[in-house]
């Protein structure tokens, strides 16, 4: 059964720096495309990034490209969402997502991804 837990959430300073940890238990990080998504209060959920199952494919929302990257450490069986340049807008729930297997699309969606996390928390102070 695959498992994600996402920690690194925290509260910031407009303009600083967070890194977001995904990691999983019960599956492989080389078999699964891994997506990170945020709610932010009254608003749907939004894709973030997206790195693919054969890591040779990555895509960011446009609100957060130039700021967010997104890295694996297959060993370690996590994936890391390194957040610079932190805005107020950017506070939300952050969750990430894994499929077998999976591709990562530039649109980001929600449908391509099957197994979640259950979010943390990241609020930027203005």
């Known amino acids: 059964q695959v498992q994600l837990v996402e920690s690194g959430g925290g509260l910031v300073q407009f303009g600083g720096s967070l890194r977001l940890s995904c990691e999983g238990s019960g599956f492989n990080l080389e078999q699964h495309a891994v997506g990170w998504f945020r709610q932010a209060p009254g608003k749907e959920r939004e894709g973030v990034s997206c790195i693919s199952s054969s890591g040779a494919s990555t895509a960011f929302a446009g609100s957060v490209k130039g700021r967010f990257t997104i890295s694996r450490d297959i060993a370690k069986n996590v994936v890391y969402l390194q957040m610079n340049n932190l805005k107020p807008d950017d506070t939300a729930v952050y969750f990430c997502?894994?499929?077998?297997?999976?591709?990562?699309?530039?649109?980001?969606?929600?449908?391509?991804?099957?197994?979640w996390g259950q979010g943390t928390q990241v609020s930027v102070s203005s």
């Open positions: 997502a894994a499929e077998y297997l999976g591709g990562c699309r530039r649109s980001i969606p929600e449908i391509d991804f099957e197994a």
